[in-house]
C-alpha cells in the first residue's frame, strides 16, 4: 500500500488513518507477511496464505464462484448471510492490506444487517429480495446513507455527507443487499487509472501496474475476491478499464436506462452534463451483469426518475437472424494497440470463426478520431477551473495524471455560446457516426479495450478505445478472454513504423513485455444506443468459445 505523500493535507492525513485504523485488529496482516508480496507480485494467492480465513470462507469467497452463485447457496441454506459477509470482509480487509482498494470500511453495520436477514430468512421462510444476503460494494462518490463521499479529493470528505441511499442504490438495498464497503477513487475521477488522497490501487495479477480506473477500487475488489459485486460508473471507460485490467466482466449501459448513482456534487463537474456518466457492475461473471441490469430495471426506476428510459431488461427477446454479424475494429485508427492485445483479438476472432455462429467482417474505425476528441472538448467545459477550485479546499497538489487530462487539446474554459456551439458539434458529430455504424450491417462489434494490457502505474494516457463510446452513447461490455500478456508472446514490434500521431507515438513506446507479463487480456463489445441486451446476448454465445489458450 501506498504512503501518503507529505505534501497531502492534514485533512487527507486523518481520513486516511480512519479508514486504516477501522480495519479489525484480528484481520491486519504482520509487516513480514505483506513484505512477502514485494512490488510487481501476483497477490491472488495471499487470501488462502494468510491464514485468516477458514476452508469454508475460500470456498464461500473462491474467484471461480460468482454472485449467482452465492445467492442460490444462500437460499438453499447452504450458508447464511452472516458467513457470506464474514468471509467477503475478511478477504476485502486482505485486499485492501495489499492494494489499496477501500475508502471506507463498515464491517460491523454490514454484519447487523445481514443478521436481521438470517432472522429474516428463518422467521418467515421468506428471502427478503432477489439479492437476500449479497455482499456489494460500492464506489466512493456513491451515496449510502450516512457515509461521506468524495470525488478523490479531500475537501469532499465534510462536504458531502449522504442522507440516503443513491437510486440505485437504493434499489439494490430494497432488494436485499449487504452493503459494507467503498472502494477507491482516483482524484477528480478522471484517470484511468486509481490514484489520490486515499492512496494508489494496485493490480492483484501484478501490483506493479494499475488496477484501471476510475473505479479501480471496484476492480481490484472484485478481482481479488473481496467482494462478488461492486458498483462503480463510467464517463471515459471507467467500468470497462478496471475490467480489462483485473480480467473480470462489465458493462456500461446506454444513458438513460439507470438512475445516477453518484452523490450531487461529487462529480468531475458538477452540472455539466454535456457528456453523461453512468453507473453499473463489476463481477466475475456475464450472468451477475445480467443479474444486476435484471433486479434494477425490474423496479421500474423511470417512475421515480424523470429523464430514464422506460425500457425493461429483456434479453430473451433478442431473436438472431442467421449469423450473428459480427464488426472487428482491429484499431481506432488513432493508436495502434500494443502487441498483447493485437494477439488476444486474433485469436477471439479465430475462434469465433470456428464456431460458424458469427459472419465476421472487418469494420471501419470511420470518425473515431473525431469522438475522442469530442470527448476531450466536452469533460472539462469549464476549462479544469472545477478540478482547481476542489483541490484548493484543502490545498492538495494535483496528481500527475489529473494534471495531464485537464492540459488535453481541446480543454478549455467555453462561454456559453461557444458551449452551445461545440454541443451541435457533438449532435452532428454522434448523427455520422450512428449512420456509419448503420452502413456497416453488424449487429455488434468487437475491439480492443484498451491500447495495452494494465499498464504501469501513472502511465495510462489514451483513452479512445472507450472514451468514442461515451460520446457516441453505445452500450459497451468487457470480458476476459483466458489470455494473458506473455513476454515470450508478445515481443515489441521491431518493423519500424511511422506514428499515427503524438498518442501512438506514445503507446508504443510505454510497452514494455517484462513489466506487462501474466496481465490478463480482455475485449471490449459493443452495439449502438439502447441496444444493451444485445451486446450480452452476443457475448453469451462469444463465451461458448472461453477460455481461450495458448
Known amino acids: 500500500?501506498?504512503?501518503?505523500?507529505?505534501?497531502?493535507?492534514?485533512?487527507?492525513?486523518?481520513?486516511?488513518?480512519?479508514?486504516?485504523?477501522?480495519?479489525?485488529?484480528?484481520?491486519?496482516?504482520?509487516?513480514?507477511?505483506?513484505?512477502?508480496?514485494?512490488?510487481?507480485?501476483?497477490?491472488?494467492?495471499?487470501?488462502?496464505?494468510?491464514?485468516?480465513?477458514?476452508?469454508k470462507e475460500l470456498q464461500i469467497t473462491d474467484t471461480s464462484s460468482d454472485a449467482t452463485a452465492i445467492l442460490s447457496a444462500i437460499k438453499n441454506k447452504d450458508v447464511t448471510a452472516v458467513e457470506v459477509l464474514t468471509a467477503f470482509m475478511k478477504r476485502a480487509a486482505i485486499a485492501h492490506q495489499l492494494l489499496c482498494c477501500l475508502t471506507?470500511?463498515?464491517?460491523?453495520?454490514?454484519?447487523?444487517?445481514?443478521?436481521?436477514?438470517?432472522?429474516?430468512?428463518?422467521?418467515?421462510?421468506?428471502?427478503?429480495?432477489?439479492?437476500?444476503?449479497?455482499?456489494i460494494s460500492v464506489k466512493d462518490y456513491m451515496g449510502l446513507k450516512g457515509k461521506r463521499a468524495t470525488g478523490g479529493f479531500s475537501g469532499d470528505?465534510?462536504?458531502?455527507?449522504?442522507?440516503?441511499?443513491?437510486?440505485?442504490?437504493q434499489i439494490l438495498w430494497d432488494a436485499g443487499c449487504v452493503f459494507y464497503c467503498k472502494t477507491n477513487v482516483p482524484q477528480s475521477m478522471m484517470h484511468l487509472e486509481t490514484k489520490s488522497f486515499w492512496g494508489q490501487t494496485l493490480n492483484p495479477h501484478n501490483t506493479h501496474l494499475t488496477s484501471g480506473g476510475s473505479s479501480g477500487g471496484c476492480g481490484a475488489l472484485v478481482a481479488f475476491g473481496g467482494s462478488p459485486l461492486s458498483i462503480g460508473s463510467d464517463i471515459g471507460g471507467s467500468l470497462?478499464?478496471?475490467?480489462?485490467?483485473?480480467?473480470?466482466?462489465?458493462?456500461?449501459?446506454?444513458?438513460?436506462?439507470?438512475?445516477?448513482?453518484?452523490?450531487?456534487?461529487?462529480?468531475?463537474?458538477?452540472?455539466?452534463?454535456?457528456?453523461?456518466?453512468?453507473?453499473?457492475?463489476?463481477?466475475?461473471?456475464?450472468?451477475?451483469?445480467?443479474?444486476?441490469?435484471?433486479?434494477?430495471?425490474?423496479?421500474?426506476?423511470?417512475?421515480?426518475?424523470?429523464?430514464?428510459?422506460?425500457?425493461?431488461?429483456?434479453?430473451?427477446?433478442?431473436?438472431?437472424?442467421?449469423?450473428?454479424?459480427?464488426?472487428?475494429?482491429?484499431?481506432?485508427?488513432?493508436?495502434?494497440?500494443?502487441?498483447?492485445?493485437?494477439?488476444?483479438?486474433?485469436?477471439?476472432t479465430e475462434a469465433l470463426k470456428r464456431t460458424n455462429k458469427f459472419d465476421l467482417v472487418d469494420y471501419d474505425p470511420k470518425f473515431h478520431k473525431e469522438l475522442v476528441l469530442m470527448a476531450q472538448s466536452l469533460y472539462f467545459t469549464d476549462g479544469g477551473a472545477s478540478v482547481h477550485a476542489r483541490a484548493a479546499v484543502t490545498g492538495e497538489p494535483l496528481c500527475h495524471l489529473t494534471e495531464w487530462v485537464i492540459s488535453l487539446p481541446g480543454v478549455k474554459d467555453h462561454t456559453s455560446h461557444q458551449l452551445w456551439e461545440l454541443l451541435l458539434e457533438r449532435d452532428a458529430l454522434r448523427a455520422k457516426y450512428y449512420s456509419h455504424w448503420n452502413s456497416q450491417n453488424i449487429d455488434v462489434l468487437l475491439c480492443p479495450v484498451q491500447y495495452g494490457a494494465a499498464q504501469p502505474l501513472q502511465t495510462t494516457k489514451y483513452?479512445?478505445?472507450?472514451?468514442?463510446?461515451?460520446?457516441?452513447?453505445?452500450?459497451?461490455?468487457?470480458?476476459?478472454?483466458?489470455?494473458?500478456?506473455?513476454?515470450?508472446?508478445?515481443?515489441?514490434?521491431?518493423?519500424?513504423?511511422?506514428?499515427?500521431?503524438?498518442?501512438?507515438?506514445?503507446?508504443?513506446?510505454?510497452?514494455?513485455?517484462?513489466?506487462?507479463?501474466?496481465?490478463?487480456?480482455?475485449?471490449?463489445?459493443?452495439?449502438?444506443?439502447?441496444?444493451?441486451?444485445?451486446?450480452?446476448?452476443a457475448l453469451r454465445e462469444i463465451e461458448k468459445v472461453l477460455p481461450l489458450r495458448d
Not at 470500511?105 to 436481521?116: Q, V
Not at 454479424?325 to 502487441?339: A, Y
Not at 515481443?491 to 501474466?518: F, G, I, M, Q, V
Open 463 to 537: 483513452w479512445g478505445y472507450t472514451s468514442a463510446f461515451n460520446c457516441a452513447d453505445f452500450p459497451a461490455a468487457v470480458f476476459p478472454t483466458g489470455l494473458k500478456a506473455s513476454a515470450t508472446l508478445d515481443p515489441k514490434d521491431t518493423e519500424p513504423r511511422e506514428a499515427w500521431n503524438e498518442a501512438d507515438a506514445y503507446c508504443a513506446a510505454a510497452y514494455d513485455p517484462l513489466l506487462s507479463n501474466d496481465a490478463p487480456l480482455s475485449l471490449q463489445l459493443v452495439s449502438k444506443r439502447h441496444a444493451d441486451e444485445v451486446v450480452m446476448q
Open 1 to 55: 500500500m501506498e504512503s501518503l505523500y507529505p505534501s497531502w493535507p492534514q485533512a487527507a492525513r486523518n481520513a486516511v488513518a480512519e479508514r486504516d485504523a477501522s480495519v479489525p485488529a484480528d484481520l491486519r496482516l504482520p509487516l513480514d507477511f505483506i513484505a512477502s508480496y514485494p512490488a510487481g507480485s501476483d497477490v491472488l494467492n495471499a487470501a488462502a496464505t494468510s491464514g485468516l480465513l477458514s476452508e
Open 104 to 135: 471506507q470500511i463498515s464491517f460491523e453495520e454490514g454484519l447487523a444487517r445481514a443478521k436481521e436477514l438470517d432472522d429474516y430468512y428463518e422467521r418467515t421462510g421468506e428471502l427478503a429480495g432477489p439479492l437476500h444476503g449479497l455482499p
Open 240 to 348: 470497462r478499464s478496471p475490467a480489462s485490467c483485473c480480467g473480470i466482466y462489465t458493462l456500461k449501459p446506454t444513458t438513460g436506462r439507470l438512475p445516477s448513482n453518484g452523490l450531487p456534487g461529487c462529480g468531475v463537474v458538477p452540472g455539466n452534463d454535456a457528456i453523461l456518466a453512468t453507473c453499473g457492475p463489476l463481477a466475475r461473471s456475464s450472468r451477475d451483469i445480467v443479474l444486476f441490469f435484471d433486479v434494477v430495471l425490474k423496479a421500474q426506476p423511470w417512475l421515480q426518475h424523470m429523464g430514464l428510459v422506460p425500457l425493461p431488461w429483456k434479453p430473451e427477446n433478442i431473436k438472431w437472424t442467421g449469423k450473428i454479424r459480427l464488426g472487428v475494429m482491429w484499431d481506432d485508427g488513432n493508436v495502434q494497440p500494443q502487441p498483447p492485445v493485437r494477439r488476444a483479438l486474433k485469436a477471439m
Open 157 to 169: 470528505l465534510d462536504r458531502l455527507i449522504s442522507t440516503e441511499n443513491s437510486p440505485v442504490n
